[in-house]
């Protein structure tokens, strides 16, 4: 069983962001709160108030269930909000300025403004990312152990193939993916809490609950006790044991949900494979992220051609139906290579802006 979560910007007919994810909620729930149940979503608030998150309202092993299950919760937030308002996937807003936004100011408040107060929000690390967060359940702590360890040494290549940020405040960078480059260094007065995204390996189960510890004794000196919850770990891999799943947080929103959806087809088809040969020390996966944070996929073609192919060797119909897409990424490049493509015979980020708003809308991919 998986879940997924997709976190999308509020934007105006002319695509610049729009800080009213409360407005929205009130609106379509009839009152400002936290999370609500839509139709076949689940609609929550994030930090960002331009930013709002949807989620299936059922996990499920069928991918092609999950995808219906959000579609069709776009499609009724559309009708309910009478397209007053243009949702936007990708890892950052392109033209975002940080002035144009804010944080959360309503229930769990204390919460951001402790956040606030010990790492400064108002920063693209905090305030201009979204990301595709895949939950993968698992049945006993050995399981757990298992997966965690086997999807860690997954995250440089996950990052390869879905980077979607290329572009900041309107400028392209160098680098293929800028949420990370931002999120990474988001928490440095606590290193302990995001690393260096990538988690440690472990031995056995209760070995988390020491490196949360450690996170914790950290925030206790800061006066911020309020934050010693497991969700405070940011490294690009956790565990939740409220939902009993691991979480991963390492890759860019996608342009549409079929994408979101084979990225996800293609996590769950990796841990069917008995032997990935990939590596598993700590100071390679965290060099090759880095490569794929800067280039994306172009160093590290080869290896994700093999690992498509072990993923479409013990894949199911339903998922090859997906894979195709991830090969399509692998072979003509991740979302940033496409924008970028796009950007530089055009020049005109207010098309990119409208043909990504366009694929979310009707739940198409952008090549």
């Known amino acids: 069983m998986i879940g997924t979560e997709h976190e999308y910007s509020i934007n105006n007919p002319d695509l610049k962001a729009m800080p009213v994810s409360d407005l929205i909620i009130e609106e379509i729930s009839g009152k400002i709160q936290n999370e609500f149940s839509f139709e076949t979503v689940g609609i929550s608030k994030e930090l960002q108030k331009h930013v709002i998150e949807f989620k299936p309202l059922n996990p499920s092993e069928s991918i092609s269930n999950l995808e219906n299950q959000i579609f069709n919760g776009l499609k009724g937030f559309y009708e309910k909000t009478n397209n007053k308002y243009k949702l936007l996937g990708l890892g950052m807003h392109p033209t975002l300025n940080l002035s144009e936004t804010s944080f959360w100011n309503h229930d769990e408040r204390e919460v951001f403004d402790t956040y606030d107060r010990v790492f400064n929000l108002r920063q693209h690390g905090w305030m201009n990312i979204q990301a595709l967060q895949v939950n993968v359940e698992y049945s006993t702590e050995e399981d757990l152990v298992r997966k965690h360890n086997k999807l860690r040494t997954l995250l440089p290549y996950l990052v390869a193939v879905t980077a979607s940020s290329p572009i900041v405040e309107g400028n392209v960078t160098g680098y293929m993916d800028n949420r990370l480059l931002y999120y990474k260094k988001n928490q440095k007065e606590i290193p ?35 934050l010693c919850e497991e969700w405070v770990n940011s490294r690009a891999l956790i565990v939740r044991r409220e939902r009993k799943c691991v979480e991963i947080k390492i890759m860019d929103e996608q342009e549409s949900i079929y994408a979101d959806m084979a990225v996800s087809a293609f996590i769950n088809c990796l841990l069917r494979v008995n032997d990935l040969k990939v590596a598993e020390d700590d100071e390679t996966i965290l060099e090759l992220t880095d490569i ?15 690992l498509y192919k072990k993923a479409v060797s013990v894949a199911t119909e339903e998922e090859k139906s997906y894979l195709i897409h991830i090969q399509n990424r692998i072979q003509n490049g991740n979302l940033s290579e496409v924008i970028l493509k796009k950007y530089n015979s055009e020049k005109d980020i207010s098309k990119i802006l409208n043909e990504a708003e366009s694929c979310l809308r009707e739940n198409k991919t952008m090549f």
Not at 196 to 223: A, F, G, H
Not at 294 to 306: H, I, M, R, V
């Open 192 to 226: 302990e809490i995001c690393g260096n995204l990538i988690p440690e390996k472990l031995e056995k189960s209760s070995d988390y609950e020491k490196l949360l510890e450690k996170m914790y004794v950290e925030l206790r000196k800061k006066d911020a006790e309020v």
């Open 292 to 306: 794929a944070i800067k280039s994306g996929k172009k160093k590290l073609k080869a290896e994700l051609e093999s």
